[in-house]
């Protein structure tokens, strides 16, 4: 079974380049993700780079935007035009009215999307707009009721069981591509992938860029790994 790739695009600015620069970005990055932001150079600078990698190692994924991390119009239709997938990951809704708000926001930037994710794991609040609970049950019932297709979750473990309902994916496990995140091994991953199970893998741009760990067990994951799909292209093979 191919690894189905998932990126989570939190960050809108992160700490690269001298000193005075890093302390600046920081700042913007606190001010993005609690009140606002510009987008100035260095926005996304992070995210860019790891597309760059994967392009280069022909690989495709699912790219999950915050409604304060979203990409230029035109770089979003050329993501689309190299085979990645764009949707939702989800900040601030405490209810359906607001998961449609940060829907809409996110599709007007980046067209129809099928899947959504959600920002955090239940155990803490991230920032001043950030909804903290983890509440799969309820992202579920969202999902099904405004017609989108997948529901990510972010429970912890190797493989993840797929469930079906009324037309709506839910996977409830993920793999964190991050080491210090999880106990299993990449290796491991890989091996369950390539026997048979679905495996989610995700990867934060943020740690990609800022931990060589990070990025090495990326490039082992996809050394090791048969194939490497989309949510999108695995939700294809079910008649929805």
């Not at 920081?26 to 760059?52: K, R």
């Not at 990645?84 to 405490?94: C, M, N, P, V």
């Not at 099928?114 to 579920?140: A, M, N, Q």
């Amino acid at each position: 079974m191919p690894v189905l790739l998932r990126v989570d695009c939190d960050n809108g600015y992160v700490p690269l380049g001298s000193w005075p620069i890093r302390k600046l970005k920081l700042a913007l990055n606190y001010l993005n993700e609690n009140y606002y932001a510009p987008h100035l150079p260095g926005f996304l600078e992070h995210f860019y780079a790891l597309i760059s990698r994967l392009e280069e190692a022909g690989v495709t994924a699912s790219i999950f935007f915050k409604y304060i991390t979203l990409p230029p119009r035109k770089y979003a239709e050329w993501l689309v035009s190299r085979g990645f997938e764009l949707g939702l990951h989800l900040l601030s809704a405490g209810d359906y009215e607001g998961f449609i708000r940060e829907k809409r926001l996110v599709e007007r930037r980046v067209g129809r999307i099928l899947g959504f994710t959600k920002h955090g794991d239940g155990r803490v609040k991230l920032s001043r707009r950030h909804y903290w609970r983890y509440e799969p049950e309820k992202y579920v019932r969202w999902g099904i009721r405004s017609g989108l297709k997948y529901f990510s979750g972010n429970v912890h473990a190797v493989i993840t069981e797929v469930e079906v309902m009324k037309g709506f994916l839910y996977f409830p496990s993920v793999f964190c591509v991050e080491p210090w995140r999880r106990k299993a091994s990449v290796r491991e991953a890989a091996e369950r992938a390539n026997s048979g199970f679905v495996v989610v893998a995700l990867v934060h741009p943020r740690n990609w860029v800022l931990t060589p760990q990070t990025r090495s067990e990326l490039e082992e994951l996809l050394t090791l790994v048969g194939e490497v799909i989309t949510f999108r292209e695995f939700i294809s093979k079910f008649n929805l």
